[in-house]
């Protein structure tokens, strides 16, 4: 049971699994989420997938001052060199 401390990870083989993959493979990427407001026993899932290449062709097509679910170019261009010093981090699938 995970009463001390209250919320505590009872499934230590999962955690650590999830951990062992991602240094076995960087391109592996997990969402964790826990019902923390449970004392015992918590409940959670666990999901892993592995990164992909979703760079945009052109970030030039967005429309200056945003609507809805548009982006402005400069924001684009932000991201993809993010994902580009990533990606040579840990390459990825195209």
């Not at 076995?24 to 019902?35: G, T």
């Not at 990164?51 to 945009?56: E, G, H, P, T």
């Not at 967005?62 to 390459?91: S, W």
Request: with cysteine.
């Amino acid at each position: 049971l995970n009463l001390d401390p209250s919320g505590y990870i009872h499934q230590p083989v999962e955690r650590l699994l999830a951990q062992w993959i991602q240094t076995q493979d960087c391109s592996f990427q997990r969402i964790s989420i826990h019902d923390d407001l449970r004392i015992f026993p918590r409940q959670g899932i666990t999901i892993m997938q592995r990164r992909v290449n979703l760079d945009i062709n052109d970030c030039n097509t967005g429309k200056i001052g945003k609507q809805y679910f548009d982006y402005e170019p400069r924001d684009c261009l932000n991201v993809q060199h993010a994902m580009t010093q990533e990606n040579k981090r840990c390459p990825v699938a195209s």
